[in-house]
């Protein structure tokens, strides 16, 4: 029987980007009524057991989503056996994740971007050293990129 998907979501600091695009997912999935696991990482340790950034919590809490009860980890080895995909923001978040992948591992990284049409190749910008509306764009981009994963699984089933 194939595993259910697992799905991993990965920036540098584990409190704006991955966990904007792991309750984007979180909302997508449960409306299409997949059933899948949701997690998010980051590269970095240095937010290790934080909450999301407040503006983080601020743009989610907008569309209704509240993600202030996520606390940030560093990923891990392992993560790359546990999750059956596991998406990244932006080309450093690829490198880094690539050397942290054991080489038996069969889950590769991916650009989440690389999944919506027309954006092939680009990174979730960063907005931490950005305003509010960066964090906007995050959103937006997070949730195009959980939409298009929703349909990849919808296809893989
Ligand atoms: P994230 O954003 O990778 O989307 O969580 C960042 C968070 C923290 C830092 C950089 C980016 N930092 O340098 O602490």
Request: some cysteine; aromatic content about 8%.
């Amino acid at each position: 029987m194939p595993q259910n998907p697992a799905v991993l979501f990965v920036c540098l600091g584990n409190i704006c980007r991955s966990p904007l695009a792991e309750a984007a997912f979180r909302r997508a999935a449960e409306r299409a009524g997949l059933e899948v696991t949701v997690d998010s990482a980051g590269t970095g340790d240095w937010h290790v057991g934080h909450a999301p950034d407040p503006r983080a919590q601020d743009v989610a809490r907008k569309s209704g989503v509240e993600i202030g009860h996520y606390r940030a980890r560093q990923l891990e080895p392992n993560d790359f056996h546990r999750f059956t995909h596991v998406l990244v923001m932006d080309h450093q978040n690829l490198e880094d994740a690539r050397r942290i992948k054991p080489a038996g591992a069969a889950t590769a990284p991916r650009l989440l971007l690389d999944l919506v049409p027309g954006r092939e190749g680009a990174a979730v910008a960063d907005p931490y050293y950005g305003g509010e509306e960066h964090f906007d764009y995050c959103w937006a981009d997070v949730c195009l990129g959980a939409d298009a994963l929703v349909r990849l699984l919808i296809s893989e089933r």
